[in-house]
């Protein structure tokens, strides 16, 4: 079946330290990726996302790239700022029916 | 704004009762999805409509039902409502194709006292 396995938390990084939040899937076919960022009081939005193998998705800093070899999509961000204090949720879409798996969530706390 | 609509924002009820949650999605999609979201327990697929039918069903209580009408906006019902319940409910919608980006509304915050 599919699922997706992401890094446990809580996360807490100094401002301006690098971030890596590990993300790998299981999939049956070939899947699309994503990450999702949710603020606090707030829903889900995407952050970024890789529809085929060796794609990179980025955004506000923010890179993950399509490692099928690996099936993995790994947060990244070079410096992280007290407003990226947030919860993310690697997320992946496969089939004709675009059924969703979500990660755990993995809570990133940043401290001035 | 996700374009995405959830009403109402905030829902405090009794436990035994009965709720109906309603979900408008963004224009053009015709694949809406339901999650809870609490605190021990993140966010759970509950169940997946695409243009009418039921698409897919994830951890959905047997006192749980939704549907998708015409007009394509949702419905999820909750009866007899208990403590643990107690959730923020979201809705989601895509286009339906499988590269779609999922785009999520605000959320319902559901209280069972």
């Known amino acids: 079946g599919n699922s997706v396995t992401q890094m446990e938390g809580p996360v807490t990084l100094s401002e301006e330290a690098f971030l890596t939040i590990n993300c790998t899937y299981t999939a049956t076919g070939y899947p699309s990726l994503f990450w999702y960022v949710q603020y606090p009081g707030e829903g889900l939005q995407l952050l970024l996302k890789?529809?085929?193998?060796?794609d990179k998705g980025s955004n506000k800093g923010f890179e993950a790239t399509y490692r099928k070899e690996t099936t993995s999509f790994h947060l990244e961000k070079g410096s992280v700022q007290v407003s990226d204090s947030a919860v993310y949720f690697c997320a992946l879409s496969e089939g004709t029916g675009n059924q969703f798996y979500f990660g755990t969530g993995t809570s990133l706390t940043v401290i001035p | 704004d996700s374009g995405v609509t959830q009403t109402p924002k905030h829902l405090i009820t009794a436990t035994g009762q009965r709720v109906t949650l309603r979900c408008s999605p963004r224009s053009g999609d015709l694949s809406v999805y339901w999650y809870q979201q609490s605190l021990d327990q993140g966010l759970q697929f509950l169940i997946q409509y695409y243009n009418g039918e039921e698409r897919a069903k994830g951890n959905i209580l047997e006192r749980f039902s939704a549907q998708q009408f015409p007009d394509l906006h949702s419905e999820l019902n909750l009866s007899s409502l208990e403590l643990g319940d107690s959730a923020l409910y979201f809705c989601?919608?895509?286009?339906?194709?499988?590269?779609?980006?999922?785009?999520f509304g605000p959320g319902t915050r559901l209280t069972v006292l």
């Open positions: 890789a529809t085929k193998a060796d």
């Open positions: 989601a919608s895509t286009g339906g194709s499988w590269t779609d980006t999922q785009y």
